[in-house]
């Protein structure tokens, strides 16, 4: 049977979808080749016509996990003012939208506590992850005239993923809404975003 050209490439979209899924419902070291490829509508059979091993499959999973929050970022950012998209991604992710989101979202919160126990090459695509994002978000500090948009960019990052981790962590909902609520307000007021949403 012979394919379309781009059918190889929809096939591997569809599976790296599936571990991204997995990955945040299991974690990086219980995902299964055979859950992933039943959820993307595949046999297991065909894994090894696009994957060279488990851990390459985790790896490229991480890496769509990323791809989708860049997609993300771009979409809560599009055609605002630096300080405006800085304010906007605060409020999504510190929102219970995303807290609640346990299935898509930042891969940082799922990921962080696995991240030093990865595989090499998933390690990697991890930290390319962090870099990229922390990256983007400088570009809008630097845009603002800030000093130092790399550290700020990385302090904004690291306060947003502790404080989402604490949310989710909270079972009393009171509690988590005032973890995101007391966060947002923090860093709105810490670089100067309060008016610019």
Known sequence: MRYEADHKQETRRK????????IRAEGPFKV????VMAQA??????????????????AAGIGQMFEESRGRIAEETAGQA???AL?????????????DARGSGCPLPFLAADAPRLPGPARDRFARGVADLTGRLA????????????ADARSLLAEMVGALSLA??????????????T????LKARFHLETAA
């Open 15 to 22: 599976v790296l979808k599936a571990a991204a899924r997995a």
């Open 32 to 35: 299964g080749v055979a859950q």
């Open 41 to 58: 509508g595949l046999t297991h059979g065909g894994f090894y016509a696009h994957f060279a091993s488990k851990d390459d499959l985790v």
């Open 82 to 84: 630096p300080a405006q």
């Open 87 to 99: 304010a906007a991604y605060v409020d999504f992710y510190l929102s219970a939208a995303h807290r």
């Open 139 to 150: 570009e809008r500090f630097a845009a603002l005239g800030r000093t130092e948009p790399e």
């Open 168 to 181: 989710r962590a909270d079972a009393d909902p009171e509690r988590s809404d005032a973890i995101l609520a």
């Open 183 to 186: 966060s947002r307000a923090a």
